[in-house]
């Protein structure tokens, strides 16, 4: 039996400690820790955890400013890694190996989310990694890339590089390129399709690209962010990582990325929404284990 009383699933032994950090809940035979700041899982001495499964994913990117009736690129979703058994890793990836832990303590870092960005001020904030220490080394999730600032003519239109990649903003100029995705965290942003017709691209998520603008006018909806994943880690399913929109003239669905999510920021738009594109959402690391 456990510490709390309870038989363990498969094995029964006796615990002198249970391991500590983030907060702890319990889903059937799991215990779960999340973390939503920085913090430390601890294993206790006396204790080795095996098959240990994980979500790590980083800080989404904020979206790109917008000048001149030109969008702002959406900011790029944080990198998504886990090794959860049948779940779906960042770019369509088989989930990673689960990970024993030993006795000690193993820091967390969660990555804040790009900061968005004014008219004229360049690139998106590129969010910041996520990382879960362990035996054998840091698992990290990479931050998602700043969207590219809508613009007549200049610098900084193109979507920078990340967990996922930022989209691309309109100009007047040739087309921009949007910042790629990192292998096995998460997909490429979008980017124009047309120079000059003010539509820019979404930024990338951990299960899709981000959307291209299209060949006419902005139209009235936002034109959408790569698709986030679905992760049941905490034995609910939640989606993470979903790349930051371009919004359409609608108005008043400009959204930043939701805290510990890892989402992109909403690009900015200068005509009936706000020029300065949205911060991205923080990121999130997760562990469960059976005892």
């Known amino acids: 039996t456990n510490s709390d009383f309870g038989a363990s699933n498969v094995v029964t ?7 500590t950090g983030g907060t702890i809940t319990t889903s059937g035979s799991y215990r779960i820790h999340s973390f939503t700041s920085a ?42 890694r886990t090794s959860v058994v049948g779940a779906t890793s960042g770019a369509n990836s088989s989930p ?11 820091n967390v870092t969660i ?3 790009g900061v968005g960005r004014a008219s004229g001020a360049g690139y998106g904030g590129t969010g910041v990694n996520s990382g ?17 600032m809508g613009q007549n003519n200049g610098a900084s239109r193109g979507g920078l590089n990340g967990g996922c990649g930022g ?4 100009s007047d100029q040739s087309i921009a390129a949007p910042g790629s995705g990192t292998a096995g965290q998460g997909y490429d942003g979008g980017q124009p399709t047309c120079v000059g017709c003010g539509q820019g691209g979404a930024g990338g998520g951990a299960g899709g690209s981000g959307s291209v603008g299209g060949s006419g006018s902005v139209g009235q909806n936002n034109t959408p ?12 399913n939640v989606t993470y990582a979903t790349g930051g929109d371009c919004p359409g003239q609608g108005g008043g669905n400009q959204n930043p990325g939701a805290a510990n999510t ?8 200068s005509n009936n929404n706000s020029p300065t594109g949205q911060a991205g959402g923080s990121g999130i690391v997760i562990v469960r284990y059976q005892l």
């Open 167 to 170: 989209g691309a903003a309109s």
């Open 111 to 113: 990555g804040a989310g």
């Open 262 to 269: 890892g989402n992109g920021g909403d690009g900015g738009y």
């Open 13 to 19: 032994h006796t615990t002198t400690g249970l391991p």
């Open 225 to 236: 962010g790569g698709a986030g994943l679905v992760n049941n880690i905490t034995g609910s």
């Open 39 to 80: 913090g430390t899982f601890v294993v206790p001495t006396g204790t080795t955890l095996s098959n240990v499964e994980y979500l790590v994913v980083a800080g989404g990117g904020g979206g790109g400013g917008s000048a001149q009736g030109h969008q702002g690129g959406g900011g790029g979703a944080g990198g998504l």
């Open 96 to 106: 990673e190996s689960r990970v024993t832990f030993t006795a000690g303590s193993y």
């Open 132 to 148: 879960l220490a362990t035996p054998s080394g840091t698992i990290t999730s990479n931050g998602g890339g700043g969207g590219g």
